[in-house]
């Protein structure tokens, strides 16, 4: 069974680089969409991006460049910086385990397995 | 503002059903396949149906989903007051190469 465990600080300043790993167990690194989506409080969910594991990525264009995110599969883990940091990125951030697939002339990309999902604070 | 639409709350009582709508465009909904994931509050979402109307392992048969042109639909069934949680509808946009949500709906169980 695959589980996914965020860490990283709960508490960033303003204008500074927000980082945050997730470390895959139960399951290889191999294959698959690893995603970071996250939740500021009181609201939804909002899509960050996601790395595929021959390293293409894609990003949500509202981030402006800010956030890379980044794979390490000889410890099993990946990761998310998000530069340049405000109040609006406080949020719970979580990581997933995404399909994206093309199928019967469409695409699905779903996520199957989260994360417990971490706080992070922006806050001088 | 979500790209993708649903009402922002819905309510049933025990053992009715109840159906919960998510609309879109042509760039997402109508040429992507539609998700869906509950989450109970204070804990992460959980997919509940993927691919439009399929369901992963272990989740009952009470959930459903279905998909016309570019609206979604995912219905309840024998609903219980576990079932009170937040739903959420997601897919891919294919113009922004990007995933995408609809704002929410928080489901009571009166």
């Known amino acids: 069974q695959v589980q996914l465990q965020e860490s990283g600080p709960g508490l960033v300043r303003p204008s500074e680089t927000l980082s945050l790993t997730c470390t895959v167990s139960?399951?290889?690194?191999?294959?698959?969409?690893w995603s970071w989506i996250r939740q500021p409080p009181g609201k939804g969910l909002e899509w960050i991006g996601y790395?595929?594991?021959?390293?293409?990525?894609n990003y949500n264009p509202s981030l402006k460049s800010r956030a890379t995110i980044s794979l390490d599969t000889s410890n099993n883990h990946f990761s998310l910086k998000l530069s340049s940091v405000t109040d609006a990125d406080t949020a719970v951030y979580y990581c997933?385990?995404?399909?994206?697939?093309?199928?019967?002339?469409?695409?699905?990309?779903?996520?199957?397995?989260w994360g417990t999902g971490t706080t992070v604070t922006v806050s001088s | 503002q979500s790209v993708l639409t649903q009402p922002p709350s819905v309510s049933a009582a025990p053992g009715q059903k109840v159906t919960i709508s998510c609309s879109g465009s042509?760039?997402?909904?109508?040429?992507?396949?539609v998700s869906w994931y509950q989450q109970v509050p204070g804990t992460a979402p959980k997919l509940l149906i993927y691919?439009?109307?399929k369901r992963p392992s272990g989740i009952p048969d009470r959930f459903s989903g279905s998909k016309s042109g570019t609206s979604a639909a995912l219905g309840i069934t024998g609903l219980q007051t576990g079932d009170e949680a937040d739903y959420y509808c997601?897919?891919?946009?294919?113009?922004?190469?990007?995933?995408?949500f609809g704002g929410g709906t928080k489901l009571t169980v009166l």
């Open positions: 997933a385990r995404a399909e994206l697939l093309w199928s019967s002339g469409y695409y699905s990309y779903f996520m199957d397995v």
């Open positions: 139960g399951g290889s690194i191999s294959s698959y969409y």
């Open positions: 790395i595929h594991y021959s390293g293409s990525t």
């Open positions: 042509s760039s997402n909904i109508g040429d992507t396949y």
């Open positions: 691919e439009n109307n």
């Open positions: 997601g897919t891919w946009h294919s113009s922004l190469s990007a995933g995408v």
